[in-house]
């Protein structure tokens, strides 16, 4: 087996407009080890989607698309159409966000399933509907024998996205790209769909995605992590090194926007200020400069490169951050940095 089941290399994906180009993605690298869960985040806009979609080669045909996607020693953006049929599905499958823009509301789950199957497996329709039933029991359909036969009206919102990760996980794919797979869902519910795409996993083989802007996902279902940010990464590390030791101001904000359980309820919840910049174009300087605390006369003028800062699990160069003070950040008090705009002893 490889050491990395798909690798991306330097992409780029630009959008041509009536306005201009919009840079949507911006020199991504990532790779996925067998079995391996890499979580993207990062805000609406950062690239995320994008980048599963140019994956799957599933962008509308006016993308720029430029690098490499290499999948099982291919690189999937020099094949053709066709080509690409067979890799989804079997190959790569791609769980969506919205399960009901995924599934045909005209057609029952089961039907639904078993077409997935059918369309890359010679075997018969009664074989594939036993092969259906037994995926939805084991993504926890409660009678999957008589709810095969319904609608996807008639699934509840969680269930019809466990729904969704049976059709990914039907062919036994070696890369799973989950996309946002528990937005709009709530907390019990959402740990149903986890629990099912870690049995999607344990069933495959399959390294999966995860692209979310739940940090909390992340936090108890990945070993890598990629935090994106204005098309490009600025920060990619173990689990371990970006809660515990990030060195980007951006990651810094979105872990000070989240709840702490282990504290006493107190503390309010900090705030990145600003948007997200405009993707239209071309711009001099760190995209995150104009909402940072810590921005300098350096930043607006230079955009940093991602860099091998400290680890907290390795010594290997793993942990990376695109900053220009990425080292005095990861030393720094992480709680302060977007504290009222105030910086606190984190520039030394």
């Known amino acids: 087996m490889p050491e990395h089941v798909l690798q991306i290399e330097r992409l780029e994906v630009d959008f041509p407009t009536k306005d201009g180009v919009v840079h949507a993605v911006r020199g991504v690298d990532l790779f996925l080890e067998p079995g391996q869960v890499l979580g993207i985040v990062g805000e609406s806009g950062s690239g995320k989607s ?15 698309v430029r690098g490499a996607i290499r999948f099982d020693d291919t690189d999937l953006l020099t094949l053709k159409e066709k080509q690409l049929t067979n890799v989804r599905g079997t190959g790569i499958a791609m769980i969506f966000q919205d399960p009901m823009t995924a599934l045909n ?4 789950i089961g039907w639904q399933i078993s077409e997935a199957i059918l369309a890359h497996q010679d075997m018969s329709k009664d074989a594939a509907r036993d092969r259906a039933i037994e995926l939805l ?3 926890g359909i409660p009678n999957p024998a008589e709810r095969i036969d319904n609608y996807p009206h008639e699934f509840s919102g969680g269930m019809r996205q466990r729904a969704v990760i049976a059709i990914g996980m039907a062919n036994d794919p070696t890369v799973i790209l989950a996309d946002e797979p528990t937005t709009a869902l709530d907390v019990t519910v959402q740990a149903q769909v986890l629990t099912s795409l870690r049995t999607a996993m344990d069933e495959t083989g399959a390294a999966l995605l995860l692209i979310t802007h739940d ?3 992340i936090a108890g279902l990945a070993d890598r992590v990629l935090v994106m940010y204005a098309g490009r990464a600025v920060e990619i590390g173990t689990a371990e090194d970006v809660f515990y030791r990030p060195s980007m101001p951006y990651t810094l904000g979105l872990l000070g926007s989240l709840p702490r359980l282990d504290g006493d309820g ?11 910049p405009s993707m239209l174009g071309d711009r001099t300087g760190c995209p995150f400069a104009p909402r940072c605390p810590l921005a300098t006369d ?4 230079t955009e940093p490169d991602l860099t091998v800062v400290p680890s907290v699990t390795s010594d290997t160069g793993d942990h990376r951050a695109a900053c220009h003070y990425a080292e005095a950040v990861g030393r720094g008090d992480h709680g302060q940095v977007f504290s009222d705009g105030v910086v606190d002893n984190v520039i030394v």
């Open 50 to 64: 994008v980048t599963a979609l140019a994956t799957m080669g599933l962008l509308p045909k006016g993308a720029q």
């Open 105 to 108: 509301p005209v057609y029952t």
């Open 137 to 139: 029991a084991k993504v």
């Open 215 to 217: 940090l909390g996902v």
């Open 266 to 276: 107190s503390a309010r919840l900090r705030q990145i200020p600003g948007a997200p």
């Open 298 to 301: 350096l930043c607006r003028e």
